[in-house]
Every structure is written in structure tokens, then in C-alpha cells.
């Protein structure tokens, strides 16, 4: 299956999923999606999640959603070479074997290796965090419940300012009670940031941490 796409929305696409992806394992990796007409990437540390969607040409469309795993440093050399590659490019994947990345530019093609997890009975570890993100970043752009106060890391605010968009353009944030934050930063970028438990924060800090405290 091999999707076209221009290599500029390519690097926006990782460029931003990368913010959210630790060096680190477990959680060093993307889970990507082939849809009909675009490829979604998810990352996530486990606290924050976020979902970038890659406007493609898939051929053949598939007729279900074809997911795959990557390295971040497989994304990330695929990154480098995005970035020196004008006009399209294209990815094509095989299930259990690799995501390979091809441009126009003299070089061999890269391929990070497919580490998606399948199960023979059930569903395994990939299967149910690839729903339980698609899930979870669904759920929260479509609750429209009253907002509330709610404290959150700073830190994922900074990336948010850091994800690539067209210049100008602010995040759109939904705050829900004790629920995850949901993000969107233009019509590509999605991200939820569990909040931080308001009591617990106290105790961990000390007095006058919470706003509102004498």
C-alpha cells in the first residue's frame, strides 16, 4: 500500500507528532494508520496523546484502516531526508515488514521496520493502545460538556506552541471537568493532556500551590 504525499506536509505531519514521542522506551515509537485518503500518526508518553492526519493519495484504498508501528529514530531519518525533499514523496507499507520512505533526491530509500504487535488470539498491547488513543482523542473533540478550572503541565503547553501550523493560528482548547484536555491546533494537529490531580499537587508541593490559596 503507498501513499502519496507532499513532503512539506510530511514534515509538519512528524515534526509535531515527534514533540509528544520519549527517547525512551516504551514509548519510543508512532503508531500510523493508512486510511483512504490521508495517514494518521499517534504518539504518546502515556500522560499526553497526540494524533497528526497527513492529507495522502492511497493506493490501493484500503478498505479498512491498515495500521503499523515505527521507531522515533526510524521517524526521525525519515524526517531528515523529508525536510531536504521538495514537492511529493511517498510511503509505502507492509504489514510486518516495514514503512519504507522514497523521494526524488539521489539516495537509497529508508525503511523503518514494522513493529506492530499482532496477536494470534485477541487483541495485543499495539491493538489495544491504537484504539484506546483513537478512542480517547475522539471522545474529547466531540464532548462539548460545561468546562471547568484545572491545572495541567506546562511543559505540553510549550509544545503546543511549538507544533507547526500556519503562522497566526492559535490552539483550540476543551477543558471537561477532570476529564483529559483536548487540543487542536489548526486542521491537522490534535492532542489530550491528562490534568494533574489538584489535591495531590498540593501535598506533593506544599501550601500555596493551588490558585486561589492564602
Known sequence: MKATIE???LVRALDNALLFCPKKDPWDHALYTF???RVTIITSD????HRETCPAGVDPP?????SGKA???GL???LRRAKASPGEVTLTYISGVSLTYRDHLEGEDLEAPDLYQDADIGDSWDDINLSAFQELLDDRKEDHRETHRFMVDTNYLGKLRQLRAKPGIAADVWVFGDAPIFARKGPWSETVIQPIDRERHAT???????WGEK
Open 7 to 9: 513532503a512539506k506536509d
Open 71 to 73: 521507531s522515533r529514530a
Open 35 to 37: 486510511h483512504r485518503d
Open 62 to 66: 484500503p478498505d479498512y484502516p491498515e
Open 46 to 49: 502515556s500522560y499526553a496523546t
Open 204 to 210: 506533593k508541593n506544599g501550601d500555596g500551590v493551588l
Open 76 to 78: 526521525e531519518a525519515i
